[in-house]
């Protein structure tokens, strides 16, 4: 802030002495900070990626999920957030879901598919996934029933904590992409929660 003292005039250090200009400077710092420190859009900032209570998913005629590679081959249901802002996952533990207050699939944006790793009665529907590899193919569709053919980029694991990193993770503008979320690390059996969340990065193909 040198360029701000050196040319504040003594008129002007008298009147903020006495507090004839403090509530202009104040606004103007204000102003300031929302330039340079914009706030996140609600849409966004308000995915927190943890696990919430299982929600019963909808399921929608035509909406499919289909991993190949890992011989999945499921209807898609959709899913939205908690009271918390948390996002929900199908409470059946053999079923996938879609986020539906965000983008569609095989639209510009990030569209989120998120399920289970397993249950108290054995593996869940994205049990497998940590398997997939860069160019394994994921094919689905939303509502429309037009399917969207997406290819692996890259898989990775985070926290379940507020350093996840939901602006890498997810993003209502730009190319197409899809999430594939599921649990992964050590399973905490006083919370029923594992340690991280695992996701696969993919890119839209066709």
């Not at 533990?93 to 289970?116: C, D, E, F, V």
């Not at 590899?133 to 399917?147: F, M, N, R, Y």
Request: proline share 8%; with cysteine; glycine share 10%.
């Amino acid at each position: 802030f040198y360029w701000y003292r050196s040319g504040v005039t003594s008129t002007m250090r008298k009147a903020l002495k006495e507090g004839l200009l403090r509530p202009l400077f104040l606004l103007a710092c204000l102003l300031l900070a929302g330039f340079i420190f914009p706030h996140k859009p609600a849409t966004e900032a308000n995915i927190v990626i943890k696990p919430a209570a299982p929600a019963v998913e909808t399921k929608i005629q035509g909406s499919l999920l289909r991993i190949d590679a890992i011989g999945l081959n499921i209807p898609l249901g959709q899913t939205a957030l908690d009271a918390a802002g948390h996002l929900q996952v199908p409470a059946n533990p053999n079923r996938a879901a879609w986020y539906k207050l965000g983008p569609k699939i095989g639209q510009a944006g990030t569209a989120l598919i998120t399920g289970h790793l397993d249950s108290p009665t054995g593996p869940g529907v994205f049990y497998n996934l940590n398997k997939l590899k860069p160019g394994d193919e994921i094919t689905a569709a939303g509502p429309d029933g037009v399917l969207a053919t997406y290819k692996v980029e890259r898989l990775a694991a985070y926290p379940q904590d507020d350093t996840f990193p939901w602006s890498l993770v997810y993003s209502t503008r730009g190319t197409a992409a899809l999430r594939v979320i599921t649990c992964d690390g050590t399973d905490n059996p006083s919370t029923g929660r594992y340690s991280r969340n695992f996701v696969v990065y993919a890119s839209l193909a066709n």
